[in-house]
């Protein structure tokens, strides 16, 4: 009998391991590792399975951190001469969470997910659990394989045949990334220039100036940097008429 | 003249030669690099400097993201008994801005800065452009010498030297840190888990149940997965009286 559920357990761990080569391209190396990462907490909710199964959601964290930084050098290399804001723009469009949810989808991860099966009918929760997923994957393949091989995987899978940089381009985030485009299309100089940072009960308060051409045109002031940055774009596509 | 003004040159890069291997332990490769990493943007308005000169920020969106990923693989090593909330709160309290800018200027990075010198007698401009210039010097140092070498400078000169985990552990940051503090002491498993996703107005919503003891206690429920589970927190929190 112990041996029967060892072999019948062999021989799932085979199938697993089939079905991730099809769909990663290479053998995995520990495949413990790929079983947390299709695994998602409400597993636990299935009858007869252990409540203290762990879930993909420590390797999640990790995965996320690996493919950020791995896009992060990849938009940095591409585009040598934009500045930060449109690479944390671009970054934003390539690992948001629908970005990732299609990937996940497109590359056949909601057919290895183990949940709680009375979700199955909820595809929003379908593709939500796969773009985690997706990113525990490759927190998985991180510790499995290593950086380079991590690293190489994202670059010629996942970005080159999934990531069309051209379409990226012409999405709109918000009024920064609206500006961007239209500064890029003009070819002018955009630049956002922390100008000055000033304590108001005892939070700080960032001066965000928009540069264009090296000549300031508006401030935006704000306790984000981010925010900052926003207002001040907001108030120069108003000016603009964009 | 021309060999004189080489000659500076030459005597200035050595010094700043010198001075990174001060401060970091290591001679430089490619010293270009990390006169880029010490550059402000503000720079550009000091007289007699070239405007199109560039500044550290391309950099420093590298840097973070190397930072943010080998943060998050020494704390997924460091507590593997810990969830995925718990490393994100751990990594925001290392790699805030705060902390950088503190550790920044520990390391003592602000003294080799090229900024607006009119703003040299606003300290906390300064601390700001420290905390980025050495998030921009990890950048540096990633595509001077690769990978590895940057992992172990964060992790032997940075992790090591300047985190306290211990001390961490007991700051707060919100109520999730909050609760998950508590339950660290009370010996409760507390775990977050998105219960269900449904759309509203095409927006997604999340709904995040906290798990105490693998029994369900309250949700939280939001456009942002985050703020949902700060929501199910601060309910949580209420009813503890903590």
């Known amino acids: 009998m112990i041996r029967g559920f060892i ?39 299935t009858p007869n399975n252990d409540p203290k199964k762990v879930n993909n959601e420590r390797l999640e964290f990790l995965g996320d951190a690996v493919l950020g930084m791995v896009v992060a050098e990849k938009l940095y290399l591409k585009f040598p001469y ?19 949810n299609s990937i996940g989808k497109k590359m056949g991860i909601h057919q290895l997910l183990h949940y709680d099966i009375k979700l199955k009918n909820n595809p929003v929760f379908i593709d939500a659990i796969t773009g985690n997923a997706f990113e525990s994957i490759i927190g998985a393949i991180y510790l499995d394989k290593g950086f380079q091989f991590t690293k190489n995987f994202i670059l010629n899978k996942i970005l ?35 100008k000055n940072v000033e304590m108001e009960n005892k939070r700080k308060i960032y001066e965000v100036a928009i540069l264009l051409d ?5 401030v935006g002031k704000n306790h984000s940097k981010k925010i900052a940055e926003e207002l001040a774009s907001q108030k120069f596509c108003l000016q603009l008429s964009i």
């Open 214 to 218: 090296d000549e300031e045109i508006v």
């Open 7 to 45: 072999n019948s357990r062999i021989s799932r761990d085979k199938k697993l391991y089939q079905k991730l080569h099809n769909l990663l391209g290479f053998y995995p190396g520990k495949i413990s590792l790929y079983k947390i990462a299709i695994t998602h907490n409400s597993y636990r909710n």
């Open 82 to 100: 934009k500045n930060e804001g449109f690479l944390t723009e671009m970054r934003s469009k390539i690992v948001g969470r629908s970005k990732l």
């Open 160 to 194: 080159e045949q999934h990531i069309d940089f051209e379409e990226l381009l012409i999405q709109e985030l918000s009024y920064k990334a609206k500006l961007v485009k239209w500064a890029q299309k003009e070819k002018k100089k955009l630049d956002f220039s922390l």
